[in-house]
């Protein structure tokens, strides 16, 4: 069987309350509330998004995350009442792709779902469907990235932020337009972009600390460099 989210939260209350508005809207969500049964849903159904809590009784949401890494590659939502920046670094770092801090309000939380949903169901109108060819290559009707002709890993988001930096060159991107453009909402956290931005320089920077590519425009956003140097 096929679900819109899954949602891993040992909060039975709150899990409940969420799973029922959700299905209220059509989106089809189920709830679980340990990291087993989260494993042993996705042995015979499927889920296109799930929203993972940090805390699960015993046991952490991370462990989990890293766990479903391994085989599954939607995007994965933390919601937790922690907010220290570090836990939010983990999060991203280890394959979460959005960090939204509780208590939430359900109806902004269905309209992050919806847009994220959205965003991988209906890929963005491509400006170009050439590939963009620098030292590393773009090949968008692939959705692949090559750097010195060997192709690199990236997270679903770290594409999607990549493939828009680089349909619109040599202009400043503000924070409120790729993260209404990458990911659905203006509600992300400066600190999400700032961590797919870095782990973007990372892998096709030459030298990440002084990036050709994508370039800071202090106090406003980002650029993205066309030329080739």
């Known amino acids: 069987m096929k679900y819109d989210c899954l949602i891993v939260d040992d909060e039975e209350a709150l899990s409940a309350s969420t799973c029922e508005y959700f299905n209220l ?9 340990t990291p087993a049964a989260c494993l042993e849903f996705f042995r015979d159904q499927t889920a296109d998004l799930i929203l993972l809590d940090i805390n699960l ?3 952490s ?14 995007p994965i939502l933390f919601i937790s009442a922690r907010t220290s920046d570090d836990d939010v670094l983990l999060a991203l770092n280890i394959g979460g792709d959005d960090y939204i801090r ?3 309000s359900l109806a902004i939380l269905l309209a992050k779902v919806k847009a994220t949903l959205k965003r991988y169901q209906k890929p963005s109108i491509a400006l170009t469907s050439q590939p963009i060819t620098m030292p590393f290559r773009i090949d968008f009707e692939r ?3 090559f750097v010195r002709h060997k192709e690199i890993e990236l997270k679903a988001m770290e594409y999607k932020l990549l493939e ?40 096709i920077e030459e030298n990440p600390t002084e990036p050709k590519y994508i370039k800071t425009v202090w106090g406003k956003g980002y650029l993205f460099n066309g030329e080739e140097e």
């Open 61 to 74: 949401g991370f462990e989990l995350c890293k766990q479903l890494r391994q085989t599954i590659d939607v």
């Open 164 to 203: 828009y930096l680089a349909k619109h060159p040599n202009r400043t991107l503000t924070k409120e337009e790729l993260f209404e453009n990458v990911w659905g909402h203006v509600i992300t956290g400066d600190n999400t972009l700032n961590v797919h931005i870095r782990y973007l320089r990372e892998k």
């Open 25 to 33: 809207f059509d989106i089809k969500t189920a709830w679980v509330s």
């Open 102 to 104: 509780k208590p939430y």
């Open 57 to 59: 009784g015993d046991e």
């Open 143 to 145: 959705e692949k990235v």
